[in-house]
Every structure is written in C-alpha cells, then in structure tokens.
C-alpha cells in the first residue's frame, strides 16, 4: 500500500472514492446462482436469476461477467427480463441488458441470465493436496465477476442462494442454511443453500470437495461445523474446535452472530484463506493437528462482523474490515487470556508497522490505489488495529465498547465509510474526533519522538524535552512515560504531545534511574529517550 501526505477524498467528508461504475438506480434485492459442475472438464454452465428493486426510471441494466478470450471466461447464451427475452451485449468484461420495456422508479424487475464457460480466476478448479478435485469460490475482492454474473462491489450488497448440481461423491458447502439435497440422477446430486441475510459478492462462495462434516458444538441456536478433508478429518476436527469459544466470545461482546451456520472449510485456494459469510475458507495447511490457529480462527470469525455484516463501502476503506478482525483477535485474546496477551500482540504489530512504514510509507486510507489487493498491507491490518487500540484510549473503554456495539448495530447487513464510523465514535463519547481520526489515518508517516531528561535535586524534578522529528504533520499525542526509581513500581505521568518542541517538568522525590516511553503499550510510534 503506496501512500504519501496527499489525500485526494477526504475521509472526514466520508467521499466515495474508488472507480467501480455504481448504478444508484437499482438495488439488488436477491441473487439465485444455480451452477453445475462435472469431472470431465473444468467447463461450469450457470443460471442466474437477479431480482431488483428499481429506484429511478432505466432502460438498461449492467453487470459484471468476465467474458470468454481464447479458452477461459464466460459466454452468456440468453437473458430474460420476467418472461421476455431481452438483448444484451457483453463487452469489456460488462454486461449491459437491454430492457424490452422502461423500468419505472418503485417497480421491481427479475433478470435471468443463462451463461457457460471456463472460470478465469474466483471459482478455483484444482486438486487439493491429496489429490482429489475441488472447487472454491474465492473472490475477494472483485473476482467473483469470473463466474457469477453481479455487481461485483460491496456497496451493493444482496441475499443469495447456491443451488450446486455436482457428482454425488461431492459434498457442497455454501452461505446461509442448507434447504435441501437431493439427487437428481444417478450421476448428478442437487444441493440448495440460502443466504437470508444481505452480503457482498466478496464473501458470496461454494465449496466442493470431499468433506468429513463434523459438528463442533452450537452458540445458541447456532450450530458451528468443520468441514476439512477425510485424510486429516481428526486433526481437521481438533485444529477448528476453537471456533465455538470464539464465536460464543463475539456474539456475546459485539452483538448477535448474522448468519445462519458458522461452518469452518478447509479449502484449496489462491489467497491463504477467505472469511465468507457463514462458511470461512482457510489455507488446506492450516490443518495440522498442532492446535496453532485460534489467532487465526479469532481474526476470520471477527470478520462475520465487520467485513461480512458491516461491510466498507468503499474499497479504500477496507480497514474497516481487517484493521477490525485484527484488533479484535487482540480483544479476544485480552478477554480470554489476559491483558498481557493484547500487549504482547500489539508490541508485534508495532513492530511491524513501524518496519513497512520504512519499506513502504503510506496512510491507511489511500485513494490512489486502483489494484485493490494491493491495499491489503500491514497499513490496514496491524496499523489500522492500532488505530482502534488508540481510539480505545482516547474514549475511555465504556465509551469505546459502547460505540463499536452502536457501530455495528446501525450498519449490520450495510455498508459504512470511516466517516460513517467517526461519527457513532462521537456520539458515544461526547468528543470531537476530526483531528484523531485525520492525523492517524490520512498521514503517510508515523510519529518519531525523541527524548531527553535530566534531574534537578534540589528542585527534585525531571526536566523533559520531547521532539516529534517525522516529516510533516505535528501530532497530538498523549505520551505516557513510566519513572523508574531501580526498586518499587515506577510512577506513570501523562505528557501532552502536540508541538513539535515539547519542554516540561515533572516533580518527583526520588532521584531516577530511567525513563520509559509508553510503558502500556498504548500509542503507536517509534522513538527513545536518553539521559
């Protein structure tokens, strides 16, 4: 993630940045994907019916679908606006349908769209590890466009439904709740899933593969599964356990699980892993039976939450996902094993800011990112955790929790930019929270302090001088520094930081020995001080 000082859309004005052509005149209310797949060929032939709400008067409707070049892509065969065969075109991987007649605002449309051909990329056709053929939807961020015909973006979230006709000796996983399987012939097995909860393309996926099933335990009326391959089933099963005490952590501390099921996969992907909604996709070697994935486990069932449920609305902005899952990993930690365990998590990611900052200074909002994976950097993930860390202390751990609980209650099943977040954060805390939120997520660099202290005996204080010496924006910091004495606790004192000069005194009546920066683990920074 490349960024420097300039911002081109501000995030306090909460603007829209990224390129993705939005149609603010229709919302799609439903997608229906029924996908058939085979053993000969890696050829899948689809139907989808898409129903949406109309806003504004069309004529027209666009969507995506990467069309056929050379072997691989999709070719569509016909499309049917209710009964009507519609014209379309397909071209420059969008694919604009013709409406036989106007579309008036308030009026509801239901599109059908007959399509076949070889998966690009987002549905992956492979052998797992063990040989046997699998298939995984994997399309974060804008990838599902290589096999489901859709708007391909999150602002535009819907529910989904999977009706899967594969070889009976697949087992199929999807979002939502399973409402039926049945054969259709001796060589074709029907599965149906449904997904009642509104979700982005990002997170909308299959499964195929030969399954052990394993029920782990249930939160409620919530049953948690793992689904990992018969040749690893019982270190599979060992290794996912810890879902159901993390998922019961979550939904008792942030607000009620969305979905249906929580089923844990494991998969034969690109990327090493995917929260989708309902069904998390993790890396086939995350199973080991060494018990050494909870952190992991804890950060993709956060996800349900903040990614899947409250979702960013803008790709920019995708440090509303994983800034929250990786912060909340920490949370989770805190509350299950102690303070010390968040510490240490956050001393790690501090380190790693602080390292990818010198490789690669940018902010966690840049706008001028157009190849979306490229955003996913330490910037979003560890830095964007500190972020909430630090917001954390700013408001108080009441307020905190408070307004991340209303966060997610205003923009469960929709879609937030930080502005958006800022906001509730206000509202929880009574604060004005314009200069926090620009100065530790518009800035490219981090504060770099430098410090120097003396101690006068006979006025028995310590004279102190901060200097922040980063490039650019003077930040303003609350700094705690610990006065150690060589044998009881040291004394904590609160420095305000907000010059780039900073000069004060602190009295104390013992003669020290050392000073400590953010002895806490409370701010993100590099620096030292000296005597």
Request: aromatic letters at 10%; hydrophobic letters at 40%.
């Amino acid at each position: 993630m490349l960024y420097r000082i300039l911002v081109l859309l501000s995030i306090v004005t909460g603007a829209v940045a990224d390129n993705y052509p939005r149609n603010e005149a229709i919302d799609i209310k439903k997608y229906t994907f029924r996908i058939e797949l085979n053993d000969t060929t890696n050829r899948i032939a689809g139907q989808a019916t898409i129903m949406m709400a109309i806003k504004k008067i069309i004529r027209d409707v666009e969507l995506d679908l990467v069309q056929q070049t050379q072997e691989k892509g999709m070719t569509v065969n016909e499309v049917r606006v209710g009964n009507r065969q519609a014209i379309f075109s397909h071209k420059n991987n969008r694919l604009k349908i013709l409406l036989p007649t106007e579309a008036a605002a308030g009026s509801e449309i239901t599109i059908t769209i007959h399509y076949a051909g070889i998966p690009q990329d987002g549905l992956i056709i492979s052998k797992n590890k063990f040989g046997d053929r699998t298939f995984f939807g994997d399309n974060w961020p804008d990838r599902a466009r290589n096999w489901l015909p859709a708007i391909d973006h999150p602002y535009d979230k819907a529910k989904v439904e999977f009706i899967v006709i594969a070889p009976p000796h697949y087992d199929v996983v999807a979002n939502g709740a399973r409402v039926e399987q049945s054969f259709v012939n001796s060589k074709q097995k029907l599965t149906h899933w449904s997904e009642e909860a509104d979700i982005p393309t990002k997170v909308m996926v299959i499964g195929v593969a030969r399954f052990a099933i394993h029920q782990a335990g249930r939160v409620g009326n919530i049953p948690v599964e793992s689904w990992v391959y018969p040749q690893n089933k019982e270190a599979g099963y060992s290794d996912y356990q810890p879902a159901v005490k993390v998922l019961d952590f979550f939904n008792r501390f942030i607000g009620p699980y969305p979905y249906e099921k929580l089923a844990n996969v494991q998969s034969t992907t690109i990327y090493g892993g995917m929260e989708n909604a309902s069904n998390i996709f993790y890396y086939e070697n995350s199973v080991t039976g060494n018990g050494e994935i909870e952190n992991l486990i804890a950060h993709e069932i956060a996800h349900q939450w903040f990614g899947n449920s409250a979702s960013e609305n803008d790709w920019h902005h995708v440090w509303l996902s994983e800034g929250f899952a990786t912060y909340f990993t920490h949370v989770y930690n805190e509350f299950t094993y102690g303070v010390d365990r968040l510490k240490e998590g956050l001393q790690r990611d501090r380190t790693t800011v602080i390292q990818h900052c010198t490789r690669a200074p940018a902010a966690v909002i840049d706008t001028r990112i157009t190849d979306y994976p490229k955003l996913l950097s330490p910037h979003v993930y560890q830095r964007g955790s500190w972020v909430l860390h630090m917001l954390r202390q700013e408001m108080g751990d009441e307020a905190f929790f408070t307004g991340i609980r209303n966060y997610y209650t205003r923009y469960q099943n929709s879609n937030a930019l930080t502005s958006d977040f800022r906001l509730v954060m206000e509202a929880a805390s009574g604060k004005t929270l314009n200069t926090f939120f620009g100065q530790w997520l518009e800035e490219t660099n981090l504060p770099e302090l430098t410090g120097q202290w003396a101690y006068n005996p006979a006025a028995k204080a310590i004279s102190l001088t901060i200097e922040q010496v980063q490039p650019g924006r003077v930040f303003d910091l609350n700094l705690e520094i610990a006065i150690h004495n060589g044998t009881s606790e040291p004394v904590i004192k609160t420095v305000k930081i907000n010059q780039k000069s900073t000069k004060t005194s602190i009295p104390v009546d013992f003669k020290p020995v050392k000073l400590e920066l953010d002895p806490a683990t409370k701010l993100l920074f590099k620096g030292n001080i000296r005597n």
